[in-house]
């Protein structure tokens, strides 16, 4: 017996299939959509769904989180955007219904039409002006619609609104330019959720549909996952709009906008077969969906565009600056006690081999580029901290000041071809100066290739309960009181559930209010939705060509660079090289101080200030810490004066040992610091490795 080839089989499986939703909105479609990713694939899964599309208003936010998660799960990603377009064809500042952004949807067929949408979607943050919400022109489409299939959009589409406020023939003008980008790539999108303006445009988008031979489809659009979740959604929307619920002259969805099974959608529209057999006929004509790839490296050099030329070019140029870099640290510096020249030579080949074995030569030489030159320009740096410290090629390269063969820093932790991930140099500048470090780099690699990265606001369990007390209208001062009773703790903090389980109060305020009960439940299905979008404090990435073409952008009103539109956890897979530029007010505290100083004729030199200065040691001693990072803690100051510091490894042992854990061992390094106690090493084997810190073995490097 024969069996059908995968692809036969596919096209069984999506005839069978009857339905596949195409209009969906995730919590990516801020304060609008209350499903997350792992949500609709629960969805899509639990009715046998082959497929399902991803289609949020106005941005690409989740695109690669959609198409990694829904393909883990068994189910066809299609990916897609609801994008506001504007025909030219209204006055922006007349005051009608046509005004208000009407949006297509656009689903990528193929890999150019995914590269299209995300060109398309980053012009209309970018180019768009700031005063009005994102947008696409309709010429934009002329050279951007191969491989995109186009839906008109359902009764925010602007097809319908032309036909709502009765104008047939900027409906039907609409439709010619669509069909004129789209050709057979064009469907008209018929919904059916209950609201009156869907019945009241339908027959005329069918009679469109015949007079133009264009095939119509069905479209169910969800923005929550069933009946249940309605008035929780409603209460979103409220929040969002800073409306009260119990307003009537708002806008509002109805429970049919939940996400529907195909059985549901059989029979919804019975009437019209052909639109159900549209669904499943565009899921077939989309063959691609965005895959994660590893990173793709800036270039450093200019020379062969040879992928392997350049390898070789920028593995040469980095051990030239590091033989040179390291020749000139020691001239400065010295060679560390009991290390020979011969060690930093073997220390330093064998890193270089292990960088440009896994093509790393361009990343350490960009953020040397960079780190030089925010010193020449007088820009204060941090001496560097994090695994980033045991590399003596950063050392030489002057990305950290730290000699790691003199405090025994391992290459390994921050490096490591039997684990590998990319590099990563945690960079702190001076806060008041970081910017024109960014700048810098925007000149050097280009405005389109450098952007910020994205970071979420989520609903969290104390504003997620405040927001639904006052769309609830309840009394400002119980509102607050409740609140008040939910913990708050940044670094780890607690769901609204565990706060009522964990809160007698708030479970008798739920048991004796209706209302109360009301805002509980509510709060805790919008908890956790996402809620607005920021830049990440620290996080740029530089591409090797336009940022557009990887991923998709975005404008943050609060800066003028580009932001990605995936966020740390998914920009690397897309493809984009993190590199963290962190404003650190220390930095800028001491340039203040040295300056100030200079006024008075004292000259201070912070990179070559002793690190066996008894004064300062004495001070620590004392407790006398106030202001300083990491110790000025009423524990840690105890802890001082108990260890009476001399030498920097104390305070190294201390920093490392003062955590949940280890910190039952700092009366026993105290001990045997002073000799209270003998130092005990389990093998004999390990006393070197222990002896700085008296056999003390739990410790972090």
Request: hydrophobic share 40%.
């Amino acid at each position: 017996m024969r069996l059908s080839s995968p692809s036969a089989r596919k096209t069984a499986r999506m005839a069978s299939a009857g339905f596949i939703h195409l209009h969906v909105h995730s919590a990516y479609s801020l304060l609008q959509g209350a499903m997350k990713i792992p949500k609709l694939a629960e969805l899509a899964k639990a009715d046998h769904q082959p497929a399902l599309a991803l289609t949020d208003r106005d941005n690409m936010f989740g695109a690669l989180e959609f198409s990694d998660k829904l393909a883990g799960a068994g189910i066809q990603p299609i990916v897609g955007c609801a994008l506001a377009i504007d025909f030219g064809d209204i006055d922006p500042n007349a005051r009608n219904a046509l005004v208000a952004p009407s949006h297509i949807v656009l689903l990528a067929a193929r890999e150019e039409g995914y590269r299209s949408l995300m060109r398309l979607n980053s012009r209309a943050f970018l180019e768009t002006p700031v005063h009005q919400s994102p947008h696409i022109k309709i010429d934009w489409l002329k050279d951007e619609s191969a491989g995109l299939i186009a839906l008109t959009g359902g009764p925010n589409g602007p097809v319908s609104m032309a036909l709502a406020t009765d104008q047939p023939a900027v409906a039907l003008s609409r439709t010619e330019q669509l069909m004129e980008v789209f050709g057979d790539r064009l469907y008209l999108e018929l919904q059916r959720h209950g609201l009156d303006v869907e019945r009241r445009v339908e027959a005329a988008l069918i009679d469109i549909a015949y007079a133009k031979s264009l095939p119509l489809v069905a479209s169910n659009e969800p923005y929550f996952a069933s009946a249940d979740d309605y008035e929780s959604h409603d209460a979103l929307l409220c929040i969002a709009g800073g409306r009260l619920i119990a307003e009537t002259d708002r806008p509002q969805l109805t429970p049919e906008h939940r996400f529907k099974t195909r059985a549901e959608m059989a029979v919804l529209f019975a009437d019209i077969p052909e639109a159900l057999s549209s669904t499943v006929e565009i899921a077939q004509r989309c063959s691609y969906r965005p895959r994660t790839r590893k990173p793709i490296l800036p270039r450093f050099t200019v020379g062969s565009d040879n992928t392997a030329d350049a390898e070789k070019e920028e593995g040469e140029e980095l051990r030239r600056q590091a033989q040179e870099g390291l020749a000139r640290r020691i001239a400065a510096h010295g060679l560390s006690p009991g290390f020979t020249e011969e060690d930093y030579s073997k220390r330093l080949d064998f890193e270089l081999g292990v960088i440009t074995r896994m093509n790393y030569s361009g990343y350490f030489l960009i953020v040397s580029d960079f780190i030089k030159w925010a010193k020449s320009q007088g820009i204060p740096v941090g001496p560097g901290r994090g695994s980033g410290a045991g590399s003596l090629v950063a050392y030489a390269l002057t990305i950290t000041d730290l000699d790691p063969l003199r405090f025994g820093l391992l290459f390994e932790r921050f490096l490591n071809p039997e684990r590998v991930s990319m590099p990563d140099f945690d960079i702190d500048f001076c806060q008041d100066r970081r910017g024109e470090v960014i700048q810098y780099v925007q000149q050097r690699y280009g405005r389109e290739q450098v952007g910020q990265i994205i970071t979420f606001g989520t609903l969290q369990a104390r504003g997620v309960l405040r927001d639904v007390g006052r769309v609830l209208q309840m009394p400002y001062g119980q509102v607050d009181k409740l609140t008040k009773l939910v913990p708050q703790n940044p670094a780890a903090p607690v769901t609204l559930s565990a706060a009522i389980a964990g809160e007698p109060k708030l479970q008798a305020f739920r048991e004796e209010d209706p209302i109360v009960a009301r805002a509980f439940d509510i709060a805790m299905r919008l908890e956790g939705l996402t809620r607005h979008a920021s830049t990440h404090a620290a996080g740029i990435v530089i591409g090797d060509r336009p940022l557009s073409e990887l991923v998709p952008m975005y404008r943050d009103p609060k800066s003028d660079m580009p932001v990605t539109q995936f966020n740390m956890k998914w920009v690397e897979p897309a493809g984009l090289v993190k590199f963290d530029f962190l404003g650190l007010k220390t930095l800028t505290v001491l340039d203040v101080a040295v300056k100030l100083l200079k006024q008075r004729n004292v000259a201070v030199d912070l990179a070559k200030l002793p690190l066996d200065d008894k004064t300062t040691y004495d001070m620590l001693t004392r407790g006398e810490v106030v202001g300083v990072f990491q110790v000025e803690s009423q524990g840690m100051r105890r802890a001082l004066v108990d260890m009476r510091p001399d030498r920097l490894e104390d305070l190294i042992a201390l920093v490392a040992l003062y955590r949940p854990g280890p910190m039952a061992n700092i009366p026993t390094y105290c001990a045997r610091k002073h000799g209270d106690e003998e130092s005990e090493y389990m093998h004999p084997m390990l006393e070197p490795i222990l002896k700085e810190t008296f056999g003390v073995i739990i410790y972090q490097e």
